[in-house]
């Protein structure tokens, strides 16, 4: 029976894939060795009665006698922390689920790398922080990753079969997010629950807001380029307001493979799982008829300034990716405490890559994850002083 783990099993992404997992036989199909969670830990203890796993972890000490209470009787263990989210991934699985939001799900991803595992990745802020790390420790331990973002895995399957050396260009969509046909000026005043909505996807609130921002974006292409080592000229960016084709492959012969399908993320998750396999999924079928007309086009700079920002992480690369996303999670901290404005986030990061810049570790590669770490607490500790002292 396939091992399974889910890393932040009770989100957005962890709810779809325990979805799909009970569609697909539950317990009967699995065996889960760990779930993860914050601190619904209720629902945790839910998901691992359900698959019957062998421990569930809390990302929260504070957390862990309710999770006690909540498994009583089941024999499951339960534990608590950053350590024993470590430890979860270090007891071997044939496919772990990586979808802890932020820099958080790092280091239990890695981890689970050294076991030769199948690590799908919802994670984008692996590859942003550490992907020449991320990629390498893999190749190493003879593991896989499969992307899980519903772009990179669009890109994924396009590519199957392909040379990656007739690939001229790779185009990421973007919705446009909550304020895609707001006036610019109107943005400054926007509130965390305008941000927290998103036309076509339902996901965690940081990622729908880091859509409204096109932050997200700006990782996704961030992303691109370390998956799949595409340099980042050949990298584009198109708004597609009906989020139904999700990522376009141009080839040196003029075509182009595009990828399709309704915004559900359990088509990512289910391709991921199900690989190289393709399993019947339950999500709906796209009727081009219905859907009328598809429309695109080029992302205004100024009313998403993240993209910039991704150009220059990319020019710099090196630790630029750890502190940009930082940087970012900082301002996104901010602004849902509603300490800083919408438009003050994107200000944030960039003056906190200027200041970083001025020194010359950020250019430095990443030997190890501990200098991922560094370069993200250092970048958290000069955007915090950027807000603090109201530069903009
Ligand atoms: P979410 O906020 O809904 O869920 C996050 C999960 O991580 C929860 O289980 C939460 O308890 C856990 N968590 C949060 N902080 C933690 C910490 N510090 N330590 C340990 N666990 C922690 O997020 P989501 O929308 O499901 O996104 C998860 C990841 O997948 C993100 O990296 C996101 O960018 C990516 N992603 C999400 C979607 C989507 O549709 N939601 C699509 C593509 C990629
Ligand atoms: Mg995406």
């Given at each position: 029976?396939?091992?399974?783990?889910?890393?932040?099993?009770?989100?957005?992404?962890?709810?779809?894939?325990?979805?799909?997992?009970?569609?697909?036989?539950?317990?009967?199909?699995?065996?889960?060795?760990?779930?993860?969670?914050?601190?619904?830990?209720?629902?945790?203890?839910?998901?691992?009665?359900?698959?019957?796993?062998?421990?569930?972890?809390?990302?929260?000490?504070?957390?862990?006698?309710?999770?006690?209470?909540?498994?009583?009787?089941?024999?499951?263990?339960?534990?608590?922390?950053?350590?024993?989210?470590?430890?979860?991934?270090?007891?071997?699985?044939?496919?772990?689920?990586?979808?802890?939001?932020?820099?958080?799900?790092?280091?239990?991803?890695?981890?689970?790398l050294r076991?030769g595992?199948?690590?799908?990745?919802?994670?984008?802020?692996?590859?942003?922080?550490?992907?020449?790390?991320?990629m390498a420790e893999a190749a190493r331990h003879d593991a896989?990753?499969?992307?899980?973002?519903?772009?990179?895995?669009?890109?994924?399957?396009?590519?199957?079969?392909?040379?990656?050396?007739?690939?001229?260009?790779?185009?990421?969509?973007?919705?446009?997010?909550?304020?895609?046909?707001?006036?610019?000026?109107?943005?400054?005043?926007?509130?965390?629950?305008?941000?927290?909505?998103?036309?076509?996807?339902?996901?965690?609130?940081?990622?729908?807001?880091?859509?409204?921002?096109?932050?997200?974006?700006?990782?996704?292409?961030?992303?691109?380029?370390?998956?799949?080592?595409?340099?980042?000229?050949?990298?584009?960016?198109?708004?597609?307001?009906?989020?139904?084709?999700?990522?376009?492959?141009?080839?040196?012969?003029?075509?182009?493979?595009?990828?399709?399908?309704?915004?559900?993320?359990?088509?990512?998750?289910?391709?991921?799982?199900?690989?190289?396999?393709?399993?019947?999924?339950?999500?709906?079928?796209?009727?081009?008829?219905?859907?009328?007309?598809?429309?695109?086009?080029?992302?205004?700079?100024?009313?998403?300034?993240?993209?910039?920002?991704?150009?220059?992480?990319?020019?710099?690369?090196?630790?630029?990716?750890?502190?940009?996303?930082?940087?970012?999670?900082?301002?996104?901290?901010?602004?849902?405490?509603?300490?800083?404005?919408?438009?003050?986030?994107?200000?944030?990061?960039?003056?906190?890559?200027?200041?970083?810049?001025?020194?010359?570790?950020?250019?430095?590669?990443?030997?190890?994850?501990?200098?991922?770490?560094?370069?993200?607490?250092?970048?958290?500790?000069?955007?915090?002083?950027?807000?603090?002292?109201?530069?903009?």
């Open positions: 029976m396939r091992r399974i783990s889910v890393f932040g099993a009770t989100g957005s992404i962890g709810e779809s894939t325990f979805d799909l997992l009970m569609r697909q036989g539950g317990p009967s199909a699995y065996r889960t060795v760990a779930l993860t969670g914050g601190r619904n830990v209720a629902r945790l203890a839910v998901q691992a009665r359900a698959l019957r796993a062998e421990i569930a972890v809390t990302a929260h000490d504070e957390c862990l006698p309710l999770l006690r209470e909540a498994l009583a009787g089941s024999g499951i263990e339960a534990a608590a922390g950053p350590a024993a989210l470590i430890e979860a991934a270090d007891r071997p699985a044939d496919w772990i689920m990586s979808a802890i939001v932020g820099a958080a799900g790092l280091a239990p991803g890695f981890r689970a076991h595992t199948t690590l799908a990745l919802a994670n984008k802020e692996s590859l942003v922080t550490a992907g020449p790390l991320l896989r990753i499969l992307p899980v973002d519903s772009e990179h895995s669009a890109i994924f399957q396009s590519l199957l079969g392909e040379d990656l050396s007739a690939v001229e260009t790779v185009t990421i969509t973007a919705s446009g997010g909550a304020f895609r046909d707001w006036p610019l000026d109107r943005l400054a005043g926007a509130t965390v629950a305008q941000a927290s909505t998103h036309p076509n996807w339902a996901m965690g609130q940081r990622i729908t807001i880091d859509s409204a921002s096109m932050f997200n974006k700006a990782l996704e292409v961030i992303e691109t380029r370390e998956y799949f080592g595409i340099s980042p000229d050949q990298i584009r960016v198109l708004v597609h307001p009906e989020s139904l084709v999700h990522a376009l492959v141009g080839f040196r012969d003029g075509g182009m493979i595009a990828h399709m399908g309704m915004p559900d993320m359990r088509h990512a998750i289910g391709y991921a799982l199900n690989w190289p396999d393709r399993a019947r999924l339950p999500v709906a079928r796209l009727d081009l008829a219905t859907a009328g007309s598809l429309n695109f086009h080029n992302p205004d700079p100024v009313r998403y300034p993240a993209l910039d920002l991704a150009r220059q992480v990319m020019d710099i690369r090196g630790l630029a990716g750890a502190a940009f996303n930082a940087a970012k999670e900082s301002a996104l901290d901010a602004f849902v405490a509603g300490r800083i404005g919408f438009i003050a986030m994107a200000s944030v990061v960039e003056a906190t890559l200027t200041q970083l810049s001025a020194g010359s570790a950020l250019g430095n590669p990443a030997t190890s994850l501990d200098n991922v770490f560094q370069m993200d607490a250092e970048a958290r500790r000069i955007a915090e002083g950027i807000m603090a002292e109201r530069k903009v």
